[in-house]
């Protein structure tokens, strides 16, 4: 489990635990990382059928800790390497 403050911007990243209030949205969702300001956390969702959905936020001192890099699920099925957006 990460702090939010190690990933830079344009890197993709999800939830692996809830927040300090227990909330768990966002956990095992594709997100990409947009930066920090004004004690926000900014990302882009990601959703398959709609491609980037526009930038959202989230409050930093609820939302810092509990993050990793997003791995693509599918690469669980075989040893299968993510280029980009295929997988090979």
Do not use: C
């Not at 209030?21 to 594709?30: A, T």
């Not at 004690?39 to 939302?63: C, H, M, P, T, V």
């Not at 509990?66 to 693509?72: A, R, S």
Request: proline share 2%.
């Amino acid at each position: 489990m990460s702090s939010i403050h190690k990933f830079k911007q344009g890197e993709v990243i999800t939830r692996v635990s809830p927040s300090k209030r227990g909330d768990r949205s966002y956990m095992g969702e594709k997100l990409i990382f947009i930066g920090i300001t004004n004690n926000q956390i900014y990302y882009e969702k990601f959703d398959s059928i709609s491609a980037l959905n526009g930038i959202r936020n989230l409050a930093l001192d609820q939302w810092d800790e509990g993050w990793e890099l997003y791995v693509e699920p599918l690469t669980l099925l075989k040893k299968l390497t993510l280029v980009g957006d295929a997988i090979i």
